[in-house]
């Protein structure tokens, strides 16, 4: 590719309601829909989580929850059509790509992928919108694959010049800043400062204090490590998107090498 | 694959009002879906037309027409989504898969494909629902793949046991039924004789007498040659998509090696 593609990954807590299940945000996905058309980035990779629609029905990641498998891929596509449809009500050439059919995993972790049908989309100027979603995997049968997993596996894979993570916060804190107020945002992180949390985290034994997000970011370190850098901003905000995707000033976490 | 699976094509004409715009027949999928449920093959694959999806708003196969593109497999996925929750909702474990996330073609003809989920879900107990769609082309940009190519495709690379084509007439006419009321319904045609068929018709240079069913049958040639025969019937006719799943004796013409 000649460009190096933007991933722009819109967290499933930002485009639907958490709260209640199989309800998306329609005034975030407008909006959301509006600050993308209006930055006008090119090439341009979408991914985005499944927040209410990822785990509709109970569903376990149990082999012989067959129907479950197939209500939640078809959830997931009801989320997706959504989105897709919005972005080409705006003129942006999108185009659905449906992680269930074209990527394996291997004990939850992507094991192959047919890259080129993307690859291809990107270079005629189209908008790839991929998602989470329940995929087939050559150890458990099935299992779901995290919007947040695909996002860093495309960025390394493609060679993005940059992932913009939008999460509804401003950010990685110190302390979960949903239960402490004297939580702090961290504007920047390095490969080395993160490797440094995780392990004290795992030498502890005790939770992840940040309210989870250091999970979330753990999928960014190989692509730190590429030294492809990535953007943590609060989708939930008006304009931080647009800003981010214009690489305008922006609260936010920067994850990067160092 | 243990068992050879059976790959069962619905046809545009049958599942949607070909004369309406995105128009789903829903008596006829809801019949077929009870058919295919009663009959309980497996392993089986599901490809389906597009009918009055497959065109909805003058989309010409033209690179210029990216939102066309767009339009189009989302018009797709619209058909193939009531699908598959129609089947999901007579616990058929139906998984939707969309060919232009894993097909990529090459002057319109299938040059890669990635089988691997394809297969997987098939060794799992699933139905697989794949359809014609809008797919990315390494020479044209992109391209319309039609259900009948890769019906055609799936049954031998998936070393089929057999095609069931659904059509919206009894079979291969002699010359066009709907136009002539001499015509004779050929009820089995080797690969020699359609190959005649086909010369003459390229000698005389006239169009083809048996209206269009022709060029339809042409794409089941190289699974003939394979030994994999394809039974075409009138899924317009109900019972008929059981009787020739269950391999019951049902009106229609049968297409084999010889």
Same mark, same amino acid.
């Given at each position: 590719?000649?460009?190096?593609?933007?991933?722009?990954?819109?967290?499933?807590?930002?485009?639907?309601?958490?709260?209640?299940?199989?309800?998306?945000?329609?005034?975030?996905?407008?909006?959301?829909?509006?600050?993308?058309? $209006?930055?006008?980035? #090119?090439?341009?990779?979408?991914?985005?989580? =499944?927040?209410?629609?990822?785990? /509709?029905?109970?569903?376990?990641?149990?082999?012989?929850?067959?129907?479950?498998?197939?209500?939640?891929?078809? !959830?997931?596509?009801?989320?997706?059509?959504?989105?897709?449809?919005?972005?080409?009500?705006?003129?942006?050439?999108?185009?659905?790509?449906? /992680? #269930?059919?074209?990527?394996?995993?291997?004990?939850? $972790?992507?094991? !192959?992928?047919?890259?080129?049908?993307?690859? $291809?989309?990107?270079?005629?100027?189209?908008?790839?919108?991929?998602?989470?979603?329940?995929?087939?995997?050559?150890?458990?049968?099935?299992?779901?694959?995290?919007?947040?997993?695909?996002?860093?596996?495309?960025?390394?894979?493609?060679? !993005?010049?940059?992932?913009?993570?939008?999460?509804?916060?401003?950010?990685?804190?110190?302390?979960? /800043?949903?239960?402490?107020?004297?939580?702090?945002?961290?504007?920047?992180?390095?490969?080395?400062?993160?490797?440094?949390?995780?392990?004290?985290?795992?030498? #502890?034994?005790?939770?992840?204090?940040?309210? =989870?997000?250091?999970?979330?970011?753990?999928?960014?370190? /190989?692509?730190?490590?590429?030294?492809?850098? #990535?953007?943590?901003?609060?989708?939930?905000?008006?304009?931080?998107?647009?800003?981010?995707?214009?690489?305008?000033?922006?609260?936010?976490?920067?994850?990067?090498?160092?």
């Amino acid at each position: 590719m000649s460009v190096k593609p933007t991933v722009l990954k819109l967290g499933g807590s930002v485009i639907t309601k958490k709260e209640k299940t199989l309800t998306p945000n329609l005034p975030a996905i407008e909006r959301l829909t509006k600050e993308i058309s $209006r930055a006008n980035v #090119s090439p341009l990779v979408l991914v985005h989580g =499944g927040g209410s629609f990822g785990h /509709p029905l109970g569903y376990k990641n149990d082999a012989t929850q067959t129907l479950g498998f197939c209500e939640t891929h078809q !959830a997931m596509v009801t989320l997706n059509k959504l989105i897709v449809d919005t972005l080409i009500r705006h003129n942006i050439p999108a185009v659905a790509v449906s /992680p #269930s059919s074209c990527v394996v995993t291997k004990s939850g $972790r992507i094991h !192959a992928m047919m890259e080129e049908p993307l690859k $291809r989309l990107l270079q005629t100027g189209f908008v790839p919108v991929l998602y989470g979603d329940a995929v087939v995997d050559s150890d458990l049968g099935f299992t779901i694959l995290s919007g947040d997993q695909l996002t860093a596996y495309l960025a390394v894979r493609l060679n !993005a010049s940059r992932i913009i993570m939008g999460i509804d916060l401003d950010g990685l804190y110190t302390t979960d /800043p949903k239960v402490d107020s004297s939580a702090r945002l961290i504007k920047r992180v390095t490969l080395e400062e993160l490797k440094e949390m995780i392990e004290q985290i795992e030498e #502890s034994r005790v939770t992840d204090v940040t309210g =989870g997000m250091l999970g979330k970011i753990v999928e960014l370190m /190989p692509v730190a490590e590429r030294g492809i850098p #990535s953007f943590i901003v609060n989708a939930a905000k008006p304009k931080n998107v647009y800003m981010a995707l214009k690489c305008e000033k922006v609260i936010g976490t920067l994850v990067e090498r160092g």
